[in-house]
């Protein structure tokens, strides 16, 4: 017995062993995988992005663009569909019926336009009815027209969409720069202060510097910390921004801007804003409505139609089935001419709301182009302002470039502390970060107008 329970025992061991064994390279494993997805998603995240690279990704991944190009397609359908209307129309028809009369009258009876079946007996009838439309005044052409001018529309729509993707893409990548930009000099100023820091704290414990003095110098570093602090978070913002547009994660620790570069063009050449694409969006509206309108006063002018009919049919008192050999035929054909005499004074009516809505387009179109020039404009004016503080902020770091230099030449001679260069060099990348953004924001303004002044009609 005690052979047989030490048995028991070791088999017991064995298999706790066993599945403790098991439960490690369990949780071994999950690790190992935990570690190469974290590697993975390192590996997705961005660490070096360009203006061109952005824009491209963003092109491809937008969700407006692509539904823009279901609009185009949707609105070439309707080219199908108005189409349709300068082909003759095939209708078939079958109708099987039983009629019983309850009384003995067996004449037929007509009270208005309605018909009174007075036989008892099964019917059935097959037939094929073939309509043409031959005239109606260019009614089935303006809708034609309409149907094109939808497919032209939607491409300039398309368009629109595209410039308006570009601007966004060009303001946020223009604040990833710049943000980007000031976490790099902050950092350098960060690190001279830091080293500034330590010097005060040796001149403070040799009793050469006073407490205020070096609290000056902790109190500016934290200043220079909480606006790293700030920098990182509106940097993180604008790339999650960014992140929906082209559908990649950044990198924000190890994040390389390259820098962006304007055109080469002469922003205050262009003035004819009738070539603009939003004077052609309201223009095709414009035309779409002039044919709704011709369109609407033609509806009550006569219709010629011709048409042909050709029917099987039989009928039987007793036998449903024998209705269905259906050898009696008829066929006939035929023009018809429709007009309507009158309709209550809607098609008037129809005729003035569609005058006043091309009224109010030409209002629309004329109120776009405003705001267009309008829009120019104050980019205009802002580049000017812009220009002129960046020839500012660079003879600014000009003289603070050569006070750094001579800083550093009169501390070879023991004119200056070391304290002093540090702060000459900090005096120089903080009017460095103001003419970062100032360059930046003067380059997307240039960009933003050469954006809205391009247009290709072809």
């Not at 009815?129 to 109606?136: A, C, G, M």
């Not at 048409?307 to 449903?320: A, C, E, F, I, P």
Request: aromatic letters at 10%; charged letters at 25%.
């Amino acid at each position: 017995m005690s052979l047989k329970k030490g048995f028991v025992s070791l088999l017991v061991l064995s298999i706790f062993f066993s599945c403790q064994s098991f439960a490690i390279n369990e949780v071994n494993l999950q690790e190992e995988t935990n570690s190469d997805i974290k590697k993975i998603e390192l590996n997705k995240l961005v660490s070096s992005i360009s203006y061109d690279d952005v824009l491209d990704k963003a092109i491809k991944h937008s969700y407006d663009l692509k539904m823009a190009d279901f609009d185009v397609f949707i609105a070439k359908t309707g080219i199908k569909s108005a189409r349709s209307e300068y082909f003759p129309k095939l209708y078939i028809g079958a109708n099987s019926e039983y009629n019983k009369n309850f009384s003995d009258i067996n004449t037929p009876t007509y009270i208005g336009d309605a018909y009174i079946n007075p036989y008892t007996r099964f019917q059935s009838m097959f037939g094929l009815t073939l309509s043409y439309n031959i005239f109606d005044f260019g009614v089935r052409r303006g809708y034609l027209n309409i149907a094109k001018e939808d497919v032209e529309l939607s491409k300039l729509l398309s368009e629109e969409q595209l410039q308006d993707l570009t601007l966004n893409i060009i303001d946020i990548f223009s604040r990833v720069y710049t943000l980007n930009k000031q976490i790099e000099l902050n950092n350098k100023i960060l690190s001279l202060g830091e080293k500034n820091l330590e010097m005060k704290q040796r001149l403070f414990n040799a009793k050469e510097l006073s407490k205020l003095e070096l609290n000056e110098q902790v109190v500016q570093n934290k200043k220079i910390s909480k606006r790293l602090f700030e920098l990182k978070s509106a940097l993180a913002e604008n790339l999650n921004i960014l992140s929906f547009y082209t559908g990649e994660n950044y990198d924000i620790e190890n994040l390389q801007v390259q820098e962006f570069l304007p055109p080469s063009i002469d922003i205050f050449a262009y003035d004819d804003y009738t070539q603009s694409l939003v004077w052609d969006i309201h223009n095709i509206a414009i035309s779409k409505k002039e044919q709704e309108l011709n369109i609407v006063k033609r509806t009550n002018f006569p219709k010629l139609n011709m048409y042909s009919k050709y029917y099987l049919y039989d009928s039987n008192t007793n036998n449903y089935l024998k209705t269905l050999g259906l050898e009696p035929s008829n066929y006939s054909v035929g023009v018809g001419l429709s007009m309507p005499v009158f309709d209550g004074l809607k098609n008037s009516a129809d005729i003035q709301k569609a005058k006043l809505e091309l009224g109010k387009l030409y209002v629309e179109r004329d109120k776009a182009a405003a705001e267009l020039k309008n829009r120019i404009a104050t980019l205009r004016t802002n580049y000017t302002y812009m220009d002129e503080q960046l020839k500012e902020s660079s003879s600014i770091l000009e003289k603070l470039n050569e006070t750094e230099k001579n800083t550093n030449r009169m501390l070879s001679k023991g004119i200056v502390s070391p304290i002093d260069l540090m702060q000459a060099k900090i005096d120089v990348l903080e009017e460095q970060i103001e003419y970062e953004k100032n360059k930046t924001t003067l380059n997307s303004i240039v960009k933003a107008i050469q954006i809205l002044t391009t247009y290709n009609k072809d």
